[in-house]
């Protein structure tokens, strides 16, 4: 469904040191330099498949995102969507794909959502039946009661999120492109759209492909992550390989019943967090079995969780060392 | 195709008229606006005229008919053209130009018919209002052709506004805030109330050639009297079909160089 083959993406930015007189100078002559948004990345995605795009501020994402929805015209490399090329923004593409951007909204400020969706219909000359049992299936999917009603302006960033959603969704698109939806959300409000995107991933076979800068929403919704730092892939496998593969270490958290001195602790594996009663082990995968037993054996355990450790830390890591795989 | 965007084309206008519908405080204060404006229109023309029987040949009555026209125009820009092309400023800074890149329809379509103001739709009523005053006072009614030409050279002079407007608008592109457009094109088209025979030398070429005010009321105004030649009219509306052209081919070079802002 979407094929990436050493896509790049240059900007020229005007870039100047702060101070009046490198301002005057940038009236006379602009120095510029050429940043590489996206420097030659490539994959693919099957029909259907939920993909998460991570990386940090900066990395590219967006702009990725933004040239694979036919915003941005690539500096090089080519890339297919649902069978086209996207910045040639051919209607049949168009009505193919969505872009849902959690900082941005289509829906008129002035008045109520409903009068999107019924400019949306008209857009993409959706016929009036299959509109009004679109709208009615994502009304209840997303729950939004009577909502649509009320004046765009009036509604809260949860409520204007989940219209915008309808509103992106409404011609029933085979490919959804979603930067950041959950952004600003509540928990309860996150973990609403998370589970409105799964539900449409599977009532309608779409392929989804996801940033987000909350690991909840990746670990809810995609099996298989895309990362890229500077522009340029450093994984694209499971969410499961990612985890195993960068950080082959379990952690595992011990609650003491009595303290104990800090040398009890040594030979168990690295401390990684360490309260009163409670401390964090760090051990390689393939010695957990015996070192669990000999933590069992050796000290007061009241209680003993294992756990892969969170992926914002593993993430947190991977772009602290710029590590590439 | 042109059923598919004379369809989109009323959702667009329907979508327009019930947003600036929506405050209706300032509809009414709007509206009352437009009827000073008009008055203010007219104004300048009787102070001249209390001290001279015409002003480049042309009488008061003739005059009217150019700020019939001038006022006619001044509601569709002010109503239909300034508000779309002024939100696109707006889109390309704040980046939610995306929305309209990803629909299935022309972009340039689009942004020219999402904002309408109804009440400048008082221009338009009292722009004709004058007209008729102006030929009722020379005592003339002009025949169909006349009515006919005038119609279509006011036609093309909406054209070419909107085509100024949009190769404008096209820098924006490129150098984004342009704030202080929409006054320096309201300046410009300002001297256009004035029968461009009033102009002389290096101001006459200026606004007949490179900023064509000429074409926008006056010609209009000489075809209702009989006055304009085929010929003139002729060039008029080749020149508002040239900048019609023209302003399409710099839009989509334009697009090309939209970069999005990051979010």
Sequence with gaps: ???????????????????????????????????????????????????????????????????????????????????????????????????????????????????TFELNRALYEIPRAQYAETLSELTRLLDLGRIAAVPTR????????????????????????????????DVSMQAALRAFVRAYNERFGATVLLTSHYMDDVIALCPRVIVIDHGRLIHDGKLADLVHTLRPEKRVAVR???????????????????AEDRVVFQIPQAEVKDRVGRLFAQLPVADLTIEDPPLEEIMRDIFAAGRVA | MARRYFRLLSAQLRIAG??????????????????????????????????????????????????GWFTLLKGVLDGAVNPCLTAIVEHIRKGTLDFVLLKPADAQFLVSTAKILPWRGVDVLGGGLVLVFALTRLHRLPTPLQIGASLLLFAAAVGLL??????????????????????????????????????????????????????????????????????????????AAFFALLARWVWTIALLHYTSASS
């Design chain 2, 162 to 239: 909107y085509s100024l407007w949009i190769l404008a608008i096209s820098v924006a592109f490129w150098v984004v805030k342009l704030d202080n457009l929409a006054f320096l094109f309201s300046s410009i088209f300002d001297a256009a109330r004035w029968p461009i025979g009033v102009f002389r030398g290096l101001w006459r070429f200026l606004f007949t050639f490179v900023v064509p005010l000429a074409i926008l009321t006056t010609y209009p105004a000489m075809a209702l009297l009989g006055t304009l030649t085929f010929r003139t009219g002729a060039w008029a509306l080749a020149g």
């Design chain 1, 256 to 274: 003491l019943s009595r303290p104990v001195d800090g040398r009890d602790l040594e030979g168990f594996g690295r401390v990684a967090e360490r």
């Design chain 2, 18 to 67: 019930l947003a600036s519908l929506q405050y209706r405080a300032d509809f009414y204060a709007d509206g009352a606006m437009s009827i000073f404006w008009l008055a203010v229109n007219v104004a300048p023309l009787l102070v001249v005229y209390q001290r001279r029987p015409t002003l480049a040949h042309w009488t008061l009555p003739e005059a009217l008919l150019v700020i």
């Design chain 1, 1 to 115: 469904m979407i094929e990436v083959d050493a896509l790049v993406k240059h900007y020229t930015v005007h870039r100047r040191p702060p101070g009046l007189w490198p301002a005057l100078r940038s009236v006379l002559r602009r120095p510029t330099e050429t940043v590489e948004a996206v420097a030659g990345i490539s994959f693919s995605i099957a029909p259907g498949e939920r993909v998460g795009f991570l990386g940090p501020n900066g990395a590219g994402k967006t702009t990725t995102l933004k040239v694979l929805s036919g915003l941005l015209h690539p500096t090089s490399g080519r890339a297919q969507v649902a069978g086209m090329t996207p910045w040639r923004r051919e209607p049949a593409f168009l009505r193919q794909i969505t872009l849902v951007m959690g900082q941005k909204q289509q829906l008129l400020w002035d008045l109520p959502p409903s009068e």
């Design chain 1, 154 to 185: 009036q509604l809260s960033l949860g409520e204007r999120m989940k219209c915008e959603l309808c509103a992106a969704l409404l011609h029933r698109p085979a490919v959804l492109f979603l930067d950041e939806p959950t952004i600003g959300l």
